[in-house]
């Protein structure tokens, strides 16, 4: 079922409250002075926000507490645990500064890709599409461009400003991925990707945001109650008729690992049945991404209203 985003504010139409030249100078200042000394300053701030945003604070401790009712695990976040989520996002912007600018190598990511994925990546042929999350730190997807020996890596955001990102990464040492904003994916882009794939790129898109302009979206169980997740990665894999694979990086004890998983294959879909399969694949989606949370909890960055109230919403299912 499709429905509309009801929340008074939608997430990408919030004012951003930093700027580009603010984050191309902080990038600037760890790649001058290193992370160590810029640590504190990354934390000042994550806590200035934590302190300044009532209702962001809010959604996080929604999602902890769905998150702690949906797996029983009621110890699963202690006193504390909305400011310990900043602050694992302050961890992560440091870590997102060290790949930008190479510090951050595969001796210190390791992989779990049971299905062979990696090798899928290495191995040439027809590019695919890697379905990623706002779990974890979505930023050592370059590690996959390194892993794929040079294997080019379009990245697919609600990002308008993406050329300015483009050039922040060239400048920080990271010209492996190519930052496209998914506003821009008109039939001219599609045609364009469809290239990249037939010359062996691939694609990675997030599949837990829903973006904005009226941008379809399908109601499904996640963390025991219906959520809006986007129908775009679906909908894209079957129209370029392509292989979707799941992805995510979560950080244990220090180290990043990498979760891969085969996911569908978009060229065998009924074209006939493509509503139900979308509404199947975002299902299968929402499921593993839930697991995937409960391995590291404190590391979803979706820092907006989540579970949005509609009516009906609750039968979307």
Request: glycine content about 10%; charged content about 25%.
């Amino acid at each position: 079922m499709t429905e509309p985003m009801t929340d008074a504010t939608h997430w990408a139409a919030r004012r951003e409250r930093g700027s580009f030249l603010g984050l191309k100078f902080t990038a600037w200042l760890v790649r001058l002075l290193g992370r160590r000394p810029v640590a504190p300053v990354i934390y000042l701030i994550v806590s200035y926000f934590f302190l300044t945003g009532r209702r962001v604070r809010g959604h996080v401790a929604d999602y902890q507490r769905r998150l702690a009712a949906w797996s029983g695990r009621t110890d699963l976040f202690p006193r504390g645990a909305v400011f310990a989520q900043y602050m694992a996002f302050g961890d992560c912007l440091l870590d997102r500064f060290d790949v930008w600018r190479g510090a951050l190598r595969l001796h210190s990511v390791s992989m779990d890709d049971p299905d062979g994925v990696r090798d899928a990546l290495l191995g040439g042929g027809r590019g695919q599409i890697l379905v990623c999350t706002h779990l974890g730190n979505l930023d050592v997807c370059r590690a996959m461009a390194e892993i794929g020996e040079g294997v080019a890596l379009n990245v697919l955001m609600h990002l308008p400003r993406a050329a300015h990102f483009n050039r922040l990464l060239g400048e920080s040492g990271d010209t492996r991925l190519r930052l496209m904003h998914v506003g821009d994916l008109d039939t001219s882009a599609m045609l364009d990707l469809a290239e990249r794939l037939d010359r062996g790129e691939w694609l990675a898109i997030a599949g837990d945001r829903v973006a904005e302009h009226g941008a379809r979206s399908t109601y499904v169980p996640f963390l025991g109650a219906p959520a809006p997740f986007p129908q775009g990665p679906w909908l894209m894999a079957a129209m370029l008729r392509a292989r979707t694979n799941l992805v995510c990086c979560l950080k244990r004890d220090g180290r990043y690992r990498i979760h891969l998983r085969r996911f569908d294959d978009a060229a065998g879909w009924d074209r006939g049945r493509r509503d139900e399969h979308v509404s199947a694949a975002a299902t299968r989606y929402a499921d593993w991404l839930a697991e995937r949370c409960l391995e590291a909890p404190l590391q979803w960055f979706n820092f907006h209203p989540y579970w949005p109230t509609v009516p009906g919403a609750s039968h979307a299912y």
